[in-house]
Structure formats: structure tokens, C-alpha cells
């Protein structure tokens, strides 16, 4: 079955610079990739997704991106503030609809 | 439009109890999964549920089941409570299967 992997498991960066997270997955049948975040005390939110026929999609500060021969994606997110501090989960979903989830990642942004 | 409501948000049981905890979906949204979230660990998938069926189970013992209701609320219920089922559970719906899922603010439940 498919099986994602994310790194890192902690990221610090300081304010205004770049954060980069990274996720590979085992199945090439997967075509659909979330990415969540959820902030402390609350459930996870969405905040960019991609679908296995687009390379890369942007969001203001936040992109992501999909390298379907090498099955990995990465989300980016640019001139970071403090409110992007939080954990960060990566999905895929399966040939059955089911989302595959990341261990997730714990993002620090220093002062 | 309302989102995910998930009910109580705080819970206190002791040891060998049972607890039931509810979920109600976005309105339209047929599916309703469960999640357990222990400190520093990822999402643990426990089932989904679509049009009142269950559809993947995860690998929880059997002390944890499920069910939806035609207007596709869901329930979890733990039974014989451990004290390594203190966690946050978590459920979100989907609207279809391919799509994003929306998650609720969850079940902080604590075994004493």
C-alpha cells in the first residue's frame, strides 16, 4: 500500500527566510497531494493542494511542488512570518480515495 | 456554511470506562473519517465512514468502532479505556472522495 515519508520532522528558520518540506511517496497511482496545517489546539487545515497532472502551483507565499517520476513533493513557503509556525502535514491519497498522511513537520520561526 | 462540528471538545474518563464522541460533517459531505493525535505523533487513520458504511478500518484494536447515521453524523466509541487512549481525536468529511478533506477542532480526551 502507499506509504509517505516526510522531512524534516523539526525546521527552524529564522523570520523573512525561505522554509522548504519534503515528501515522498511509494505509490505511483497516487494522484492527489494536500498539504495541512495545524496550529496548536486546533484540527489540521488545508492550505495548498496539487493534482499529479500539474508540476507546481502557487499560493502567495506558498508553493508546491511534484516530481511524479521521482514520487515526492515539497512545499515551500517564502519570507516566512511568525504566525506560519506550526506543524505541517503532507497526504497522498490511494488508488481507494484514502489519504495517506506524513509524520509531520514542527516549524519554528525565530525573531 | 458551518464547518465540522465535533462534540464534546474536552473529556475526562477514567480507566475501564467507555466514551462516545460525535461528529457532525459540513452539510452535503457523505464522508466522515476518524483520527487519533497523541503528543508529538502524526495523524493515526481509525476508520472512514461513506453513505453510513464503513470503508477503511485502520489498525486500532477492536475496542474502537464507529458508525454513521443517514444524515451522516458519525459517532467513535472507545470501549475499556487505557490510559494510552488519552489523546486528540480528530474527525474530518468530505464532500467526494477525491477531494479535500475538512477537519473539526476535536475530542481532547484524557484517561485517568
Known amino acids: 500500500g502507499e506509504n509517505v515519508e516526510q522531512h524534516p520532522s523539526t525546521l527552524s528558520v529564522q523570520e523573512g527566510d525561505s522554509a522548504v518540506i519534503k515528501c515522498t511517496y511509494s505509490d505511483s497511482a497516487s494522484n492527489y497531494f494536500p498539504w495541512y496545517k495545524q496550529e496548536l489546539g486546533k484540527g489540521p487545515q488545508l492550505i495548498i493542494d496539487?493534482?499529479?497532472n500539474v508540476g507546481e502551483k502557487k499560493d502567495q507565499r506558498i508553493a508546491v511542488t511534484l516530481n511524479k517520476t521521482a514520487k515526492h513533493f515539497s512545499l515551500h513557503i517564502t519570507e516566512t512570518q511568525p504566525e506560519d509556525s506550526a506543524v505541517y502535514f503532507c497526504?497522498?491519497?490511494?488508488?481507494?480515495?484514502?489519504?495517506?498522511w506524513g509524520a509531520g513537520t514542527k516549524l519554528i520561526i525565530k525573531p | 456554511k458551518a464547518g465540522v462540528t465535533q462534540t464534546p471538545r474536552y473529556l475526562i474518563k477514567t480507566r475501564g470506562q467507555q466514551v462516545t464522541l460525535s461528529c457532525s460533517p459540513i452539510s452535503g459531505h457523505r464522508s466522515v473519517s476518524w483520527y487519533q493525535q497523541t503528543p508529538g505523533q502524526g495523524l493515526q487513520f481509525l476508520f472512514e465512514y461513506f453513505s453510513e458504511t464503513q470503508r477503511n478500518k485502520g489498525n486500532f484494536p477492536g475496542r474502537f468502532s464507529g458508525r454513521q447515521f443517514s444524515n451522516s453524523r458519525s459517532e467513535m466509541n472507545v470501549s475499556t479505556l487505557e490510559l494510552g487512549d488519552s489523546a486528540l481525536y480528530l474527525c474530518?468529511?468530505?464532500?467526494?472522495?477525491?477531494?479535500?478533506?475538512?477537519f473539526g477542532q476535536g475530542t481532547r480526551l484524557t484517561v485517568v
Open positions: 497526504a497522498a491519497m490511494d488508488s481507494n480515495y484514502q489519504l495517506i
Open positions: 496539487i493534482r499529479s
Open positions: 474530518a468529511s468530505r464532500g467526494k472522495l477525491n477531494t479535500e478533506a475538512f
